[in-house]
């Protein structure tokens, strides 16, 4: 009886330590740093940080998702907006990736190119949401 409870007890004592080392990087808090492109140019300003950890998980969501292709695109302008993950804690680094996304001609669906050599277009719905986190304005508005 007594080796059983010492069992027992040594076992949640390690799935204690196995839960609490196992939550890594992924659990930990990120933002979102979005830039708007300022006139015709190749220049870019901070324009919005998201903080909402709901709203960076939907993004990140989105973008896990997504149907990327192994491209090197070249757009006839630059991004409308670009945007990347920070984590919250400063001590963490992790390899920054950007995002950079073109508003297509009909309103109605963006164009993301993550890095140098991936891209996708997105449909109308994960689009729409996208933007509307990203930039807190309605794809169909502007």
């Known amino acids: 009886m007594r080796f059983t409870k ?10 204690f330590v196995i839960t609490g080392c196992s939550s890594g990087i992924e659990n930990e808090g990120q933002s979102i740093e ?5 006139g015709d140019e190749n220049k870019y300003e ?9 709203k960076v ?12 292709e192994n491209a090197k695109v070249d757009m006839v302008r630059p991004a409308d907006y670009r945007f990347g993950f ?14 950079e996304i073109w508003i297509s001609p009909n309103i109605d ?7 140098d050599n991936e891209y996708v277009q997105l449909n109308e719905e994960n689009s729409t949401v996208l933007f509307e986190i990203l930039t807190g304005e309605r794809l169909f508005d502007l």
């Open 109 to 115: 669906k963006v164009e993301v190119v993550k890095g």
């Open 46 to 54: 901070d324009f919005k940080e998201i903080t909402d950890n709901k």
């Open 34 to 38: 979005v830039q708007k492109r300022i």
């Open 57 to 68: 998980q939907k993004v990140k969501g989105i973008l896990d998702k997504a149907d990327w």
């Open 6 to 15: 010492n069992l027992f007890v040594s076992l949640t004592m390690i799935l």
């Open 86 to 99: 920070q984590f919250k804690n400063p001590e963490i680094e992790a390899k920054a990736v950007l995002y």
